[in-house]
């Protein structure tokens, strides 16, 4: 995505950097409560080794998407606070 361009009439650069901070602190805490409920191998047994390997095949892509949108929610903050005002 193509960063904001702070400016006079725009959302100030301080107010910007905080909401998409607050974003992937939000997809931070997604990811943490996806470690607590990552699939464990009692929840599944009764349906063999095949189906946990498969749910936590699932359940880390899934953790993947949301690394990488945090990610670049951060990389688009820093190149917003780096950014020289024209």
Same mark, same amino acid.
């Given at each position: 995505?193509?960063? =904001? #361009?702070?400016?006079?009439?725009?959302?100030?650069?301080?107010?910007?950097?905080?909401?998409?901070?607050?974003?992937?602190?939000?997809?931070?805490?997604?990811?943490?409560?996806?470690r607590?409920?990552? =699939?464990?191998?009692?929840?599944?047994? =009764?349906?063999? &080794? &095949?189906?946990?390997?498969? &749910?936590?095949?699932?359940?880390?892509?899934?953790?993947?998407?949301?690394? &990488?949108?945090?990610?670049?929610?951060? #990389?688009?903050?820093?190149?917003?606070?780096l950014?020289?005002?024209?």
């Amino acid at each position: 995505m193509t960063p =904001p #361009t702070v400016h006079l009439n725009g959302t100030g650069r301080q107010e910007l950097v905080g909401q998409i901070a607050d974003i992937a602190e939000a997809l931070e805490s997604a990811i943490a409560t996806m470690r607590a409920g990552w =699939p464990h191998g009692r929840d599944y047994y =009764p349906q063999g &080794a &095949a189906a946990l390997e498969a &749910a936590q095949a699932v359940y880390l892509a899934r953790a993947q998407v949301l690394d &990488a949108m945090r990610d670049e929610f951060m #990389t688009e903050a820093l190149a917003i606070y780096l950014e020289v005002t024209p």
